[in-house]
């Protein structure tokens, strides 16, 4: 069984790595590439904490065969923030919606595909945004009283 | 293990593929159901074939009188297709009620049919739509009704280390007709269906023409409420006519008791009153 290149843009950059054809997404980001901001919570789909962004939708990756993203973009957690946080990673920290933190990396990059395409979301979409994505600790009201606001700094910034 | 991931670019190269291979490759979709059923050991495949960049499948199109889903759509394209908004909403709102958003951006409507679960939601909204499967071989092209597309619980009648389905089709829906969906769960999203019920109703003269009534899981794939829906035709659309077909649907669902779907009791108890909404909905669609 032979490795085969994975070619794909990462956080805006071109990556390059040798993957087995039976590894996980999720696999590859957390232990070939170093970047444990992507939780793994269940392995099965069934949690949320590993969400990526994946050419503009927002993917469990712990169910995408990692040659499924051959060529593709990804966002993770890690490349949210530019020269400072981003307003939706603002947000969960000014208004407390992050407990023990677990599952924030998922919540972030499910709010962030859904700001990404919809700058003004209902709560309604808020929630169907984030309800593939289990939280714990906080019951889930501060998270998404988190991305309203997020929604509204970004609808300030133009 | 897997031993290769295939990306090919085209339905041509995808049955050469498959050809080559002789039976170790299977085609992967979306494959948030098939990962996990080889991760445990299921199913077995020395390799995957993924189907999800071939241009011609990524299409919803509607053409010659049919609305037709290529094998690489995801239940997200079809929940908020216009088309489907308009022409099926029971296939709109059976796709929206898959798993979570993150599994709907990649997951596959053809695949959750060819996936054979007995409540595959996509799948019941199709056989009440009357869909046809387009299924490629080596040698020919053969069109079979999702309804005949079980060959046992959990079971698809397609092999798919051998055959590519490339589309699944149903004809427009006419003005006189209306589709519905129901769907009774624990939990608004990540669950799987305790009950389904999808019904098209073909209204003519305040009557029924005809009407497709399918539920499950209540039997080993998605089962037609034959029963309800004999009595249906040409019966006048009225509340005592769509109670009578609610209980009269009982005949034909035998569901198991079950820790993930609920009781026998209690779904057979609850069963009617899906019906009977899935019914009143398609009617209201219809006129």
Sequence with gaps: MSLKMLKFTLNGEPMEVPVSPSDMLVDVLRDKLELTGTKKGCGEGECGACTVIMNGKA????????LKAMGAEVETVEGVAKEKAHPVQEAFMD????????CIPGMIMSSKALLDENP????????????????RCTGYVKIEKAVEAAAQKLQERG | MLQDYYIPKSIADTLA????????????????????????????ADAFIDISNIDELKKIECSDGYISIGAAVTHNQVARSQLIQEHAIALAQAARAVGSLQIRNIATVVGNVVNAQPAADTAVA?????????????SE???????????GLGKSTVDSTSQLVT??????????QGTAFVRLCQRKALALPMLCVAAMVSLKDDKFEWVRLVMAPVGPKPIRAAKAEEMLKGSPVTDEVIEKAAQLALENANPRSS??????????????VLIKRALVAAVAQAK
């Design chain 2, 141 to 151: 092209v053969e069109y079979v009704p999702v309804e005949d597309m079980y060959a």
């Design chain 1, 59 to 66: 993917v469990a990756s712990c169910l995408v065969p990692a």
């Design chain 2, 17 to 44: 593929l498959l050809k080559d291979n002789n039976g170790r490759a299977r085609i992967i979709a979306g494959g948030t159901d098939l990962v996990l059923d080889h991760q445990a050991e299921k199913i077995t």
């Design chain 1, 95 to 102: 208004l407390g919606a992050v407990q023990c933190g677990f």
């Design chain 2, 259 to 272: 820790l993930v779907r609920g009781s026998r009791e209690y779904r057979m108890g609850v069963l009617p």
């Design chain 2, 167 to 176: 589309r699944i089709r149903f004809a427009v829906p006419e003005r006189n």
């Design chain 2, 126 to 138: 199709l056989v009440a739509l009357g869909a046809e499967a387009e299924i490629n071989s080596f």
């Design chain 1, 120 to 135: 003004k979301p209902s709560k309604e979409e808020i929630r169907e945004a984030i309800s593939g994505n289990i939280c």
